[in-house]
């Protein structure tokens, strides 16, 4: 299992699909806070405003000033998909996966799959996250956030409000974690519909198309707080921590279970 998942990681970091997302991603992140500094909007602040703006609140995670953050989390499912969910079609179309049977057992291999998968999936997600708010921090101030800032604060009732206004970087390792998971939990349902898939463009689509269906299917039950887009966005989000990582928790053990249980069966059959 272990040479099997140190075989498919080197795969993935070899791979120039995950190095164009992160690339992709980063330019987003720069881009941003180059319009923050070039066009004025600190300085906008300091003149306009009696609460100062903040690096917790403009980086490219929380900020509602500029198009980028929208841009992001529109296009995060096909970047999450985009590194590693289409290797299990691309060896199955190449016949590598006979040679492959041939060394080591479909569970050991479907595992080692699902996890790589899973973790190229949340890094791509969350790395340009990081470098936003790393790169904010060398231009925009680090105060403690207000409730009163005109930027988009946690509010009263949404998860580890408190913790943003004792301590903001804790609050972006929390926020950065979930979008970690569910950025690999994206990656995961890719990668099981990789299992059925007859195109690989339309397994890199496939967690978009899912994310705006779910989020569509539950917005008629009143529910859409439990969509992955709005988890990962954390806005306007009235779930709990443990509602959050239930959802999230049980997505990761039903992919993983339904990608492993579909190939391990196939090898009984």
Same mark, same amino acid.
Request: net charge neutral.
């Given at each position: ?8 990681? #080197? ?31 600190v ?19 929380? $900020? ?16 999450a998909?985009l ?8 060896d ?14 479909? #569970? ?7 996890l790589?998968?899973?973790?190229t ?29 005109l930027?988009?604060?946690?509010? $009263?009732?949404?998860?580890?409000? #408190? ?40 397994i ?17 039950? $009143? ?6 887009? #709005?988890?990962?966005?954390?806005? $306007?989000?009235?779930?709990?921590g ?11 053990? /039903?992919?993983?279970?339904? /990608? ?10």
């Amino acid at each position: 299992m272990i040479e099997v998942l140190h075989f498919e990681w #080197n795969r993935a970091m070899r791979s120039k699909r995950i190095w164009f997302v992160l690339g992709a991603g980063m330019l987003c992140s720069v881009l941003q806070a180059v319009h923050y500094e070039m066009g004025g909007i600190v300085k906008n602040f300091y003149e306009n405003s009696d609460y100062p703006i903040v690096c917790w609140l403009s980086y490219l995670g929380r $900020d509602i000033q500029l198009f980028y953050r929208s841009l992001y989390y529109l296009i995060f499912p096909i970047m999450a998909a985009l590194p590693f969910a289409a290797s299990y079609y691309e060896d199955k179309q190449s016949g590598y996966q006979k040679v492959l049977f041939m060394k080591v057992k479909r #569970n050991a291999y479907a595992a080692a799959k699902y996890l790589v998968a899973f973790v190229t999936g949340g890094l791509v997600t969350v790395l340009p996250l990081m470098f936003s708010l790393f790169l904010h921090a060398g231009f925009v101030p680090g105060y403690p956030p207000s409730e009163l800032s005109l930027q988009a604060v946690p509010l $009263d009732g949404q998860p580890y409000c #408190n913790i943003f206004y004792e301590h903001p970087f804790f609050y972006a390792v929390i926020f950065w974690g979930i979008d970690f998971l569910v950025g690999g939990c994206i990656a995961g349902i890719a990668l099981c519909f990789s299992l059925i898939a007859k195109m690989k463009y339309s397994i890199y689509v496939f967690g978009f198309v899912f994310c705006i269906l779910e989020r569509t299917i539950l917005y008629q039950f $009143d529910c859409v707080n439990w969509a992955f887009s #709005n988890i990962a966005e954390m806005t $306007d989000l009235l779930l709990n921590g443990w509602e959050i990582f239930m959802k999230l928790i049980v997505t990761v053990i /039903f992919s993983f279970a339904l /990608f492993v249980g579909v190939l391990t069966r196939k090898d009984v059959l």
